[in-house]
């Protein structure tokens, strides 16, 4: 079982930046691959972006360039940078812990952000 706080949700303006957190409490984090996903009003959640406990990542087309996601393994945490924040960003932002052989997937309760002028 994994536990996943996360950190850091806000109003911002178009073009600002906020950075999320992510700390999850397990003694195995390297076996995660850990990841953000999105859930706008009226959609599906949706991924944004993932990254390997050897710093492989992948992102959504919409927020390449955008967005920067980064692990420490040391400390149990992952972070989503986002700049050049557009209207469209706005939704709630859940941190993903996906099991690297079980594929069991755990999440955090959720961190709102919104981009609005």
């Known amino acids: 079982q994994v536990q996943l706080v996360e950190s850091g949700g806000g109003l911002v303006q178009p073009g600002g930046s906020l950075r999320l957190s992510c700390a999850a409490s397990t003694t195995f984090f390297p076996v995660y691959v850990m990841g953000w996903y999105r859930q706008g009003p009226g959609k599906q959640r949706e991924p944004v972006a993932s990254?390997?406990?050897?710093?492989?990542?992948m992102y959504e087309d919409s927020v390449k360039g955008r967005f920067a996601i980064s692990r420490d393994n040391a400390k149990n945490t992952v972070t989503l940078q986002m700049n050049s924040l557009k209207p469209e960003d706005t939704a709630v932002y859940y941190c993903?812990?996906?099991?690297?052989?079980?594929?069991?997937?755990?999440w955090g309760q959720g961190t709102q952000v919104t981009v609005s002028s």
């Open positions: 990254i390997t406990r050897a710093g492989i990542t």
């Open positions: 993903n812990a996906r099991h690297l052989v079980n594929k069991n997937d755990y």
